[in-house]
């Protein structure tokens, strides 16, 4: 095993890129992205010298994502966490999903008051009183559950908008903070699921 003062010298650089790309940027790469930057013959060499670094104990790999990679013991205000972009949500009128794959970001998990699933990008105004404005990448903790009065992530109809909670004893409300909105109010007959929880943002620009 090796540590990072005897690293072969392309393993080094290797661990020195992913370090500045995550560190410094806020961006982690994909193997097809290391073995470009170091002109591997394929995503399998690129993979080696990762898998290597995790049996070195010098980085990370979170199970189940593409660009799963987290440093050991870096510096930082966090340990940083690879989040999908999966599309809109409306603050405002539901719209539709929008459901795939924009990009990957690597944000600092202290961030939010839930380590989140995902993001989406925020579309409209609804919710400018809670603080989350257009354009915003919001936080979603993935779950079917919510307690009265949380600021949810819920499709109803196949559309998804972001609102808080109001469960009453006949029915349940979605209700924006802007009062140029009106609350949306959930029908019985409507097909209605709470995708996740909101736990916090991050603006762009």
Known sequence: MYTMETLPPRRAAVLASLRDRIEGHGHVPS????????????????????????ADGLIELAPGQKRGIRMVGGRGPGQLVSLPVLGRVAAGSPIGADIGLVQQQGLDRRLFSLTPDYLLKVQGDSMVDDGILDGDLVGVHRSS??????????????EITIKRLERGRRQIRLLPRNRAHAPIVVEPHQDFAIEGVYCGLVRQG
Do not use: C, P, Y
Request: charged share 20%; no cysteine; aromatic share 6%.
């Open 31 to 54: 193997l097809a992205e290391i073995a470009a930057e170091f002109g591997f013959a394929s995503r399998n060499a690129a993979q080696k010298h990762v898998q290597a670094l995790v």
């Open 145 to 158: 559950e919510a307690r009265n009065g949380q600021v949810v992530v819920a499709r109803v109809d196949g």
